[in-house]
């Protein structure tokens, strides 16, 4: 299956992108796409016909993928702009878009004992409002995460480690669940 990594954070040594790596490594039985969402205008209907040829690829990005995975930090307490701005984009027109029907699971972190909840509440929010279908089980949120990552990017606390492959794996087979159903 094909699945697109959305990051919601770019900085060179972001936990993001490094849990979203780290998916990658770990499930290589599967294809990712992890696009730089830093490319992508601010959404202005101005620009919406013809759209910037950096959207028009999200957008088939998301068209080809059997599924998206979130993984992000939270900016005061909701979503950073970048990632809301690439699901803006991707969104219209609204409730036919390629988001429509498509399988999303969640994954937030922080340094905080908080984990990103609010975000992780936003995020469902914004998913709904695009008919998107939320992998509908416990929040895998991260809390404590200068701990969690080390400075080379690997994951190094072993629980963290496994409950991420314990929701990954669930939101596989909930992705393939979903396909049959369709
Ligand atoms: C503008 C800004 C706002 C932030 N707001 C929050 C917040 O509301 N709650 C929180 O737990 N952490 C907050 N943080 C901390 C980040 O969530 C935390 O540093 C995160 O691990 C960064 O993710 P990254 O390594 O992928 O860039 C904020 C950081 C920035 C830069």
């Known amino acids: 299956m094909k699945f697109l990594l959305l990051s919601g954070s ?23 796409v992890l696009p730089d969402l830093t490319v992508l205008p601010f959404y202005s209907e101005d620009l919406a ?9 999200l957008i ?7 599924g998206i995975v979130v993984c992000s930090p939270e900016y005061n307490h909701s979503v ?6 690439a699901i803006d984009w991707v969104s219209r027109p609204a409730f036919e878009s390629v988001l429509k029907g498509m399988p999303v699971t969640i994954v937030t972190q922080a340094s905080s004992p908080v984990g990103g909840a609010r975000a992780q509440a936003h995020f469902k ?11 509908p089980v416990h929040e895998m949120m991260i809390s404590d995460i200068d701990r969690v990552v080390g400075l080379d990017g690997a994951i190094i606390d072993a629980k963290v480690s496994n409950r991420l492959d314990r929701h990954m794996n669930g939101f596989f ?4 669940q979903i396909s049959r159903q369709r």
């Open 125 to 135: 929010l914004i998913f709904d409002s695009t008919l998107s279908i939320i992998h």
């Open 80 to 85: 950073p702009a970048v990632i809301k701005n």
């Open 49 to 57: 016909f013809p759209k910037p040829t950096a959207v028009e690829g």
């Open 10 to 32: 770019f900085r060179s040594d972001s936990r993001s992108l490094a849990i979203l790596n780290a998916i990658q490594r770990r499930f290589p039985v599967h294809d990712f």
């Open 173 to 176: 087979d909930f992705v393939v």
């Open 60 to 66: 088939s990005e998301v068209a080809s993928a059997d």
